[in-house]
């Protein structure tokens, strides 16, 4: 139930706690596959719970891990990991899209790659999680799946502010400075972005809910291609 095709192991193997198999299928389900099998449900809802047990989470262990650090700057740290860009980032770590169920129209235009499904979805997988094996074994996972953001300052500083840290890093290796272009589509109420950042001989695009979300998508990837040659 938790593999489609693409999946390599099972989920709760990669994650490491046990979530119960159908509250993992609903955090994994899509609502474009809702849609298109009849309106069953999906993960929505979790998304919502997950949302809220990451933020405490996060805000938990930045407030007492952090005492000397000031309210701004813990606001800060948090956005560096509760962002759309960096909760995709976490979830392409573990490879979550292998595992997400689709609709046809989201799977022909990249959909398991998409930085708002995936960070959607991580959402989802936490609040499942809570579910499934409490408060505590939720806050233990958010922290495990975080901990990289945090502990590299390079990677903070990127997740949180990607378009800066692309235009120091472009500058530092003597590249172009950054190019963007945003495309748009779909109704106004579900309107989605994809951006295109071009930066020496690297382009890169990313997709969000608005311009700016989808350019910072795309800044963050191209901030890991010159971070890799940097």
Same mark, same amino acid.
């Given at each position: 139930?938790? $593999?489609?095709p693409g /999946?390599? *192991?099972?989920?709760?193997?990669? &994650?490491?706690?046990?979530i119960d198999p159908e509250l993992l299928e609903l955090a994994l389900t899509h609502r474009s596959y809702a849609y298109e099998h009849g309106g069953i449900p999906h993960n929505e809802r979790l998304e919502f719970l997950g949302d809220s047990v990451l933020g405490q989470a996060v805000t938990v262990m930045l407030f007492t891990t952090l005492p000397d650090l000031d309210?701004?700057?813990?606001?800060?740290?948090?956005?560096?990991?509760?962002?759309?860009?960096?909760?995709?980032?976490?979830?392409?770590?573990?490879?979550?899209?292998?595992?997400?169920?689709?609709?046809?129209? $989201?799977?022909?235009? /990249?959909? *398991?790659?998409?930085?708002?499904? &995936?960070?959607?979805?991580?959402?989802?997988v936490i609040g499942a999680t809570f579910l499934s094996a409490g408060a505590e074994a939720a806050t233990a996972l958010v922290l495990r799946l975080t901990e990289p953001l945090l502990a590299d300052p390079e990677r903070y500083g990127a997740a949180m502010d990607p378009k800066t840290s692309l235009q120091e890093i472009a500058a530092r290796l003597g590249a172009t400075p950054p190019q963007y272009s945003v495309e748009s589509d779909g109704p106004d109420h579900d309107r989605r972005f994809t951006a295109t950042v071009v930066v020496g001989d690297v382009t890169t695009t990313g997709e969000g809910s608005s311009k700016k979300t989808a350019e910072m998508a795309a800044a963050l990837r191209a901030w890991h291609v010159l971070s890799d040659r940097a």
């Open positions: 139930m938790t $593999e489609v /999946g390599t *192991r099972p989920l709760t193997e990669t &994650l490491g706690v046990e309210e701004g700057a813990l606001a800060k740290r948090r956005a560096s990991v509760v962002s759309t860009v960096a909760l995709a980032e976490v979830a392409r770590k573990i490879g979550l899209g292998d595992h997400l169920l689709l609709g046809r129209g $989201e799977e022909q235009t /990249g959909g *398991r790659d998409k930085d708002s499904i &995936l960070a959607d979805s991580m959402e989802a």
